[in-house]
């Protein structure tokens, strides 16, 4: 099991204005121009402290069924959070369209899972293996094996309350390892 705090996380400006455009947020009427925004993103990334904790579980697996999206040799689980800093900087932000927010969470969780799952692709890389596609957890009883598994509560602080993640800035991924298939060549 891995266990990573306070990485560095990039938020991407141009990243934030394509998902402002689909949810329709007008980022320019918001005082967010390109200046500002990349500023205002800069401090979001200070005041983010990012964790993930990771693991990869080989067969046999009682919660393999649960937990892996497609059967193959073994599968990883990553839980990333944002820290308890997210809340607090989103109160200093009163300006901020409240639309906003979640696009801004969105992208920082998917850039702390995708740090993790590039050190768990070159794990796999080693053992002639791919991954499969992320695969979000969002049950429950899927959450709980995780949270489990991984020591969440302690390594992260990290809990499950009313079916969800604590704190709500907080994301669960699985994936499975899958064999390399040997291309044949001809004779």
Same mark, same amino acid.
């Given at each position: ?90 109160? !200093? ?6 639309? =906003?927010? @979640?696009?801004?969470?969105?992208? /920082? +969780? #998917?850039? *702390?899972? %995708? ?10 890389? !080693? ?6 596609? =992320?695969? @979000?957890?969002?049950?429950?009883? /899927? +959450? #709980?094996? *995780?949270? %489990? ?39």
């Amino acid at each position: 099991m891995r266990k990573i705090k306070g990485f560095k996380l990039t938020l991407r400006a141009h990243v934030v204005k394509q998902r402002s455009r689909k949810g329709r947020i007008d980022l320019e009427a918001a005082g967010l121009g390109e200046l500002p925004l990349a500023k205002f993103l800069e401090r979001a990334s200070k005041a983010l402290t990012p964790g993930v904790v990771f693991d990869t579980f080989g067969h046999p697996d009682a919660d393999q069924a649960l937990l892996s999206p497609m059967p193959g040799l073994a599968y990883s689980l990553i839980l990333a959070s944002l820290g308890e800093g997210f809340g607090p900087f989103r109160a !200093k932000e009163p300006s901020v369209p409240e639309k =906003l927010w @979640p696009v801004l969470e969105e992208h /920082a +969780l #998917e850039e *702390a899972v %995708r740090f993790a799952s590039a050190l768990i692709a070159d794990e796999a890389e !080693k053992d002639n293996c791919e991954l499969s596609p =992320l695969n @979000p957890l969002s049950q429950p009883e /899927a +959450l #709980e094996a *995780a949270l %489990r598994k991984l020591d969440a509560g302690t390594k992260l602080g990290v809990t499950l309350a009313e079916g969800r993640l604590v704190p709500p800035a907080s994301l669960a991924v699985s994936q499975s390892w899958l064999a390399k298939s040997k291309a044949k060549g001809r004779k």
